[in-house]
């Protein structure tokens, strides 16, 4: 895995959506604890989300807070996974989750940063990761499969070729060497 998360971090969400996250982790005995918002206008709908995560040593997710404020209400999730695949969501067995490894917020540019720390990819090197995919802004969890192919670095950026296939989205994302994105082409670009 990566090394320690920056003090803070943000990215301004772009074409998919307006709006703006903001990350400040937390190193905690166990791992990490991460806190983070995200306020976003998306077909023209506001909503502001904010999420705790918590992540084990090796990088897992452990367990996942979500609160979404939005025009039709709010809406609340916790999503805990064991670290060995198996997840429950608000107290109930999530066997659709089965295998994954990692949470996804489709509100955070940030989350993408979990399959590519835990994984460590060489350059050349593939990997898939199904993730628990947390969608915005009614907080429904989802399984998404996702392939990280790492390529060549450019220009001190770590480049991943990124699918998510049920969704038929492709693109190249750069990170930094904290292995936080920092160009999600068509989502975000990070600012701090």
């Known amino acids: 895995m990566a090394g320690a998360f920056p003090a803070a971090a943000a990215w301004r969400h772009l074409d998919a959506r307006e709006g ?14 991460l806190e983070g918002w995200t306020a976003g206008l998306e077909d023209g709908a506001a909503w502001g989300l904010r999420y705790e995560i918590v992540l084990d040593e090796g990088g897992r997710t ?12 709010e809406s609340r999730v916790l999503a805990e996974g064991d ?5 429950v969501v608000d107290g109930a067995p999530a066997p659709h989750l089965e295998g994954c490894l990692d949470v996804d917020l489709e509100a955070s540019a940030f989350t993408n940063a979990f399959p590519v720390r835990r994984l460590a990819l060489a350059p050349g090197q593939r990997a898939d990761a199904a993730a628990a995919w947390v969608r915005a ?22 480049r991943y070729d990124y699918a998510a296939r049920d969704l038929g989205f492709a ?17 975000a670009v990070r600012l701090a």
């Open 83 to 87: 670290g060995r695949g198996g997840w």
């Open 62 to 73: 452990r367990e996942a807070r979500v609160e979404c404020r939005h025009e039709g209400g």
């Open 20 to 33: 703006f996250e903001a990350l400040f982790p937390v190193r905690t005995v166990g791992g990490w604890r």
């Open 137 to 158: 802004p009614g907080l429904a969890v989802e399984r998404l499969e996702q392939t990280y192919a790492r390529l060549p670095d450019e220009g001190g950026r770590a």
């Open 171 to 187: 693109a190249v994302l750069a990170y930094d060497a904290d292995g936080l994105v920092l160009d999600y082409p068509g989502i």
